[in-house]
């Protein structure tokens, strides 16, 4: 393309019709009419989605798939991939009750200590694997996707051995009732807590300098080096940052569960990268926001709920998900596709 | 100011630059001269810390360095702008001016200072740029201003500029040209680094060339006429590097009838090539040559137009259709389209030889004649060293240059078409890749070169055809052919 017509192309872009309605697309349309269209479909067919107890139930499943929706967001716009956010859900649930576990046999009594203690245990665990993460990738240069895989099979293998598979009982009681279960201003604490993170990132992409290296190195790490970024420090906070967020999802949802299980989680690497394209994640790095990530869980939870209320097979509901995603890489390659032509 | 003594810098033990002295005044504009490969960029990125130097002295306003990374050097004032741009492309204009260099108050950016400051800075050069846009959809010149505006940002002292107005047109090079006499009467020292004479001449108070690693000398540019430059440069008078080819144009090999290609990078173009000549094809960067040559080949998808060769129009081009109708392509991207650099230099200069009754019978490939096959092309070619076993990727640009055109060897081809045929190789190996040129049209090939160095077209094609935004502007004969002449019709035509 010579010089004179790009010039023309960008100034053009603004004012013209049909790129304005591609601009809405690629700036969260998609998800936003996906999520419509779920919200509407399901409320025809199914009354009982409107129901309230189902509305929250919506909600908490919404609320911990966002969080390591957000986590996954992180590692991709940083150019890489977190396959090990499920497995970390996994371990830090099962270190959550254990620490309260074995602290009820020591200190009996102080459940709030006990609450806390695990969760800052939960969070370091979480802290490190990101941080043994983003070494293997920006020292030795490996391949994210290889790291983080390894990683996962680890970390399954640590879960698995200490619990034998079994559930760890014993977890605090008041943890259950507050935290699990409970609401503040009639919405669940686990969505608080999910809004809470939300927030947080959307802070931090749009009006922080590390939120804008991330999306540098992501886009393109040799130039972000050259400009001065840090680049290595950049990857670390991310993938830090993702492993404390998959931490935190491990701790909520042994308060779902009452229980810390070293099998859950299995299926959350796929629904976190599902989400984080749905919303608008590049698979190469550099773009991204969670608020639009946050409508793509939001809509996945919906259609998971859905197909649970007219109850369709749990085995065609991954093929749904792998359908639904397919469908939106598609939708985003032509667009994509069409802006550059 | 800015002062480096016996700089050397060696890669895997061939010195890149050897014992090279430079200096730089306040306020001065130092032009650096030289063929690629000459040292150039080897220099200006040891200057602003790229990578380390393995011996001599760095010297700025008195103090001696003794290890310089590219944020030390921007701390403590030295910017460049390569040819490579260090731009994000999922960043706005503004963002990428600040990037690694965000203006914060606390834990938050203040995203209207920078705003405001980025315009004022582009507004003082005077580049118009749409600064909300993604660095991604800007043309090639604006992304060049960008960088431009991005490493001035830290108000340098010394600023480093590598063939910036490579992609430019007429009216952004001047833009940069006031650009340049503006920070010079403000005490900047810049490195200038350009093939155009025109430029040297009219920006530069010192010229330093440099030859094969080594400094040539440094003169005062007003003291030297730019045919003296030319040969500091060359190192021996210019027609010794162009063999004298004899052209005895015959019948028409390829004739190329209001070509357009689908993505318009080609517009309306006709041209014809004859047996026994060199045509070339002239422009800027992205003036659609490379696009032209890729075309006829195959590679690019055609909206309009037909090719024909001889009298037989070719219906849709492929490769393989092309090369089965004895039309040699070697591409400009020698890495990513041309070489299989894992595998071994006999494989890749049979790649496309396979089929040769030579070399196979049905699916079974005769591998004992490989070796037989490629030694004599390989042989003509002067590869260095002759290691037919080993990867490719170890080998030199210039060498690896020469396995391409090895296999335009295996057998003989009526039309050659080259794109950019000696893009950053040495003296030497574009010497063997012009004698190879001259060997091929004596024999009565028909060849096309689409070249970047005005030098070449002039000492080796018969004629040359100018090309501005995917059209073709201009044919001149041989006896037309003259640096001025040619680029006159760079930036359409009308100068």
Not at chain 1, 298 to 316: E, G, R
Not at chain 2, 446 to 469: D, K
Request: with cysteine; glycine share 10%; proline share 3%.
């Amino acid at each position: 393309m010579s010089s004179e017509t790009a010039t023309m192309t960008v100034a053009n872009a603004p004012s013209h019709r049909a790129s304005r309605l591609d601009r809405f697309l690629m700036q969260g349309g998609i998800v936003i009419t996906f999520l419509v269209v779920a919200v509407v479909a399901t409320a025809l067919i199914e009354p009982r989605f409107l129901n309230r107890l189902n509305l929250l139930n919506v909600m908490r499943n919404f609320a911990l798939l966002l969080i390591p929706s957000l986590a996954q967001m992180l590692v991709m716009t940083a150019g890489g991939f977190d396959l090990s956010v499920g497995a970390v859900v996994a371990a830090t649930s099962v270190v959550t009750a254990a620490v309260m576990l074995v602290g009820s046999i020591y200190f009996p009594g102080m459940e709030l200590a006990l609450i806390i203690a695990s969760l800052v245990i939960a969070l370091g665990v979480g802290a490190l694997v990101g941080l043994v993460n983003a070494g293997l990738v920006s020292i030795f240069s490996l391949s994210p996707f290889m790291v983080t895989l390894a990683m996962m099979s680890v970390l399954m293998g640590i879960a698995l051995y200490f619990t034998q598979g079994i559930p760890i009982y014993g977890v605090v009681d008041s943890f259950v009732a507050n935290v699990g279960r409970g609401q503040f201003l009639s919405l669940p604490i686990v969505l608080w807590v999910a809004l809470g993170v939300l927030a947080a990132c959307i802070i931090m992409q749009r009006f922080t300098a590390l939120g804008r290296h991330i999306y540098a190195v992501g886009s393109d790490q040799r130039s972000a080096r050259l400009s001065g970024v840090a680049t290595s420090r950049t990857l670390i906070a991310a993938y830090m940052l993702a492993g404390l967020l998959a931490a935190l999802t491990g701790f909520l949802m042994t308060s779902r569960l009452g229980s810390g299980q070293s099998t859950i989680g299995g299926t959350l690497a796929l629904e976190t990268i599902a989400a984080a394209v749905i919303g608008g994640v590049s698979l190469r790095g550099g773009v991204g926001r969670a608020e639009l990530v946050a409508l793509a869980a939001l809509f996945l939870s919906v259609i998971a709920n859905a197909m649970n209320l007219v109850q369709v097979d749990s085995k065609y509901q991954t093929l749904v998900l792998g359908a639904v995603l397919i469908v939106a890489l598609a939708i985003e390659r032509l667009l994509l596709r069409k802006r550059q032509a | 100011m800015l002062e480096v003594t016996g700089f050397t810098k060696r890669f895997r033990g061939i010195a890149a630059l050897d014992n090279v002295d430079f200096s730089l005044n306040e306020g001065e504009v130092h032009a650096l001269l030289g063929e690629n490969g000459a040292g150039k960029s080897t220099l200006i990125n040891l200057i602003a810390g790229t990578f380390p130097w393995a011996e001599g002295v760095y010297r700025i306003n008195g103090r001696t360095i003794t290890s310089l990374t590219p944020q030390v050097a921007q701390e403590i004032g030295i910017a460049a702008v390569f040819q490579e741009f260090s731009l994000v492309p999922d960043l706005t204009v503004v963002e990428n001016i600040f990037l690694g260099r965000e203006q914060s108050s606390g834990l938050f950016l203040k995203r209207k200072q920078m705003r405001q400051a980025a315009a004022e800075l582009l507004d003082s050069l005077g580049f118009h740029l749409p600064l909300d846009e993604k660095v991604a959809f800007l043309s090639r010149a604006q992304k060049q201003m960008v960088e431009i505006a991005k490493a001035l940002r830290m108000r340098p002292k010394v600023l480093i500029l590598d063939e910036p107005t490579a992609s430019l047109t007429d009216g952004e090079a001047e833009k940069l040209f006031n650009a340049v006499a503006l920070l010079k009467a403000r005490g900047v020292g810049i490195i200038y680094v350009s093939h155009r004479m025109s430029e040297i001449r009219n920006l530069s108070d010192r010229v330093t060339v440099l030859r094969g690693g080594k400094k040539i000398g440094t003169v005062v540019t007003a003291e030297i006429s730019d045919e003296g430059l030319i040969e500091m440069m060359v190192g021996r008078p210019v027609e010794q590097l162009f063999p004298k080819i004899e052209h005895k144009p015959g019948a028409v090999r390829l004739e190329v009838r209001d070509l357009t290609t689908e993505k318009h990078s080609v517009i309306g173009a006709s041209f014809t090539a004859r047996a026994g000549e060199v045509v070339g094809l002239a422009g800027l960067v992205g003036c659609g040559r490379s696009e032209l040559c890729r075309a006829v080949f195959g590679l690019e998808t055609i909206e309009a137009g037909t090719i024909s060769l001889g009298d037989k129009p070719v219906e849709r081009p492929t490769p393989t259709s092309m090369l089965a109708a004895n039309v040699c392509y070697f591409p400009a991207d020698r890495g990513s389209e041309g070489l299989a650099l894992a595998r071994s230099a006999r494989e890749n200069a049979t790649m496309s030889s396979l089929d040769l009754p030579a070399l196979s019978s049905g699916p079974v490939l005769k591998f004992w004649r490989e070796t037989e096959a490629i030694k004599e092309p390989l042989g003509n070619l002067a590869l260095r060293p002759m290691a037919p076993e080993r990867r490719a990727s170890a080998f030199s640009g210039g060498n690896q240059q020469k396995l391409m055109l090895a296999r335009g060897l295996m057998k003989s081809f009526d039309v050659y078409l080259f794109d950019e045929p000696t893009v950053g190789i040495d003296v030497g190996a574009k010497a063997d890749v012009y004698n190879l040129i001259k060997s091929l049209v004596e024999a009565g090939a028909s060849v096309v070169v689409s070249t970047s160095e005005l030098p070449e077209l002039i000492n080796l094609a018969s004629r040359v055809y100018v090309m501005h935004e995917g059209k073709i502007v201009a044919e001149l004969a041989q006896h037309e052919l003259s640096e001025a002449q040619v680029l006159s019709h760079y930036f359409g035509g009308h100068a």
